[in-house]
T-cell receptor, first 113, second 113 residues
Framework: DAKTTQPNSMESNEEEPVHLPCNHSTISGTDYIHWYRQLPSQGPEYVIHGLTSNVNNRMASLAIAEDRKSSTLILHRATLRDAAVYYCILAARVDNYGQNFVFGPGTRLSVLP | DAGVTQSPTHLIKTRGQQVTLRCSPISGHKSVSWYQQVLGQGPQFIFQYYEKEERGRGNFPDRFSARQFPNYSSELNVNALLLGDSALYLC????????????FGQGTRLTVV
């Protein structure tokens, strides 16, 4: 299974941008990069995903390195509600209807007021 | 719209017993995946079902089994419970491919005593 490496924890100040890094040096050409976050006592929540190009949505931006061996999740203005564990996942495209997420330990983001 | 619903929310069982957990996916989604999350760790993939067929299986013993019904809801069964099976069991609903996001339920907290 493809693996990702993330820092165990990070801190940010409220209303400042946050850059959450992820290394995935063994990524294959068809692996999609997904980010999920998990608040305490809740199931994981989808944040963003992409393949090669940078992606933006209302929650965050995903910057993917040209060699695809790393990516960065960008929260443009952190709020206290963004405090969570953030997971970077490689989703292997097994076939047209396969979805198998391999979660690592994730990065625990703390947001300071 | 209703999200992914799981039942029950909490459950206490004795070692050696059997348990059945239930999941109803988002309307229109044909894929259901099951994950086990032990305290302090990321979720671990157990099964994926798409159109009532098993599409993926994680590294779990045969005591774990699942099925998907014609209405796409799913059950996860665990036989001969061990203390180590105590965890949060998460269900994820999606269109079923690596290119799409998954939506997780709140989970079932299973405690084996």
């Amino acid at each position: 299974d493809a693996k990702t490496t993330q820092p165990n924890s990070m801190e940010s100040n409220e209303e400042e941008p946050v850059h959450l890094p992820c290394n995935h040096s063994t990524i294959s050409g068809t692996d999609y990069i997904h980010w999920y976050r998990q608040l305490p006592s809740q199931g994981p929540e989808y944040v963003i995903h992409g393949l090669t190009s940078n992606v933006n949505n209302r929650m965050a931006s995903l910057a993917i390195a040209e060699d695809r061996k790393s990516s960065t999740l960008i929260l443009h203005r952190a709020t206290l509600r963004d405090a969570a564990v953030y997971y970077c996942i490689l989703a292997a495209r097994v076939d047209n209807y396969g979805q198998n997420f391999v979660f690592g330990p994730g990065t625990r983001l703390s947001v300071l007021p | 719209d209703a999200g992914v619903t799981q039942s029950p929310t909490h459950l206490i069982k004795t070692r050696g017993q059997q348990v059945t957990l239930r999941c109803s996916p988002i309307s229109g989604h044909k894929s259901v995946s099951w994950y086990q999350q032990v305290l302090g760790q990321g979720p671990q993939f157990i099964f994926q079902y798409y159109e009532k067929e098993e599409r993926g299986r994680g590294n779990f013993p045969d005591r774990f089994s699942a099925r998907q019904f014609p209405n796409y809801s799913s059950e996860l069964n665990v036989n001969a419970l061990l203390l180590g099976d105590s965890a949060l069991y998460l269900c994820a609903s999606s269109w079923g491919t690596a290119t799409t996001e998954a939506f997780f339920g709140q989970g079932t907290r299973l405690t084996v005593v």
